[in-house]
């Protein structure tokens, strides 16, 4: 098997983490935390879970942030979790099988659930995602939020990762305004600019693509309020951005 190491970013995920470790440690013999000042036990359990845990204050930002923990990783392919993430059995069998990768970066499917609950509409799945990549040859965007894998060559694998996205929707909604904010901050230093029609139209497609386009509108509740957040979340971007050229 391809040797591996795990990395996680984290803040306040007491009840997430030693989960998240022991699935990595499943093909992981190397797991990497990156932590932004904790104020719970997070920083704890995960030592006590034979970590590498490095504290790194002020938060950088979501990809500037995980990139400090990839040259403590002991080995060059990295599997990059969130802490309310996890491996799942047919993804842990497809790493375990094969003994290298010709390719730079591997992407996986991602199942999406808020509390329990799955749902396979707006956009939630299969939600490819590039989780494993080899840090000689990629690294992540420089976002605040939403980071990416950058990278020149993928391939799609069998196998995936459980995403316990939000507890409920006061979470869903809190998330939204957060990264809403960092994204409005982002746009605002590249120079863009939003007026009005801008941010209406932006959220209006949004919404209107997860739960047309996507059939959220399958989903009952819990699509309507996906794609909600998707279409609000679009038009807070904009709406903040405005904000801020309002200020200068």
């Known amino acids: 098997m391809q040797p591996y190491s795990g990395l996680i970013i984290t803040y306040n995920e007491a009840h997430n ?4 470790i022991a699935s990595l440690a499943q093909v992981c013999d190397d797991i990497v935390v990156v932590d932004s000042g904790s104020s719970d036990d997070t920083v704890a359990i995960a030592r006590a879970a034979g970590a590498t845990v ?6 950088l930002g979501d990809g500037p ?7 403590l990783c002991r080995h060059d392919w990295v599997i990059n979790l969130d802490a309310d993430e996890r491996l799942e059995a047919d993804l842990i069998a497809t790493l375990q099988a094969q003994p290298e990768w010709p390719v730079d970066a591997l992407e996986c499917r991602r199942r999406n659930y808020i509390g329990d609950r ?10 490819y995602i590039c989780r494993i990549f080899d ?15 950058q990278t020149k060559s993928t391939r799609k694998i069998e196998g995936h990762v459980t995403h316990y996205s939000y507890r409920d929707y006061d979470d869903m909604f809190a998330r939204i305004n957060k990264y809403s904010t960092w994204q409005a901050q982002e746009m605002f230093a590249q120079g863009k600019r939003a007026s009005l029609g801008k941010a209406i139209a932006h959220g209006s497609i949004a919404f209107l693509k997860h739960y047309i386009a996507k059939r959220g509108f399958l989903a009952g509740c819990d699509g309507l309020s996906i794609s909600l957040s998707k279409g609000l979340g679009s038009y807070l ?9 309002n200020r200068r």
Do not use: N
């Open 17 to 20: 983490i030693a989960a998240c």
């Open 54 to 59: 490095l504290v790194q204050l002020p938060f």
């Open 65 to 71: 942030q995980r990139s400090l923990g990839l040259p």
């Open 118 to 127: 799955f749902t396979p509409y707006a956009g939630q799945y299969p939600d």
């Open 135 to 149: 840090r000689r040859r990629a690294d992540f965007s420089p976002l605040k939020a939403h980071s990416r894998v």
């Open 237 to 245: 971007k904009y709406a903040k951005l405005i904000e801020l050229q």
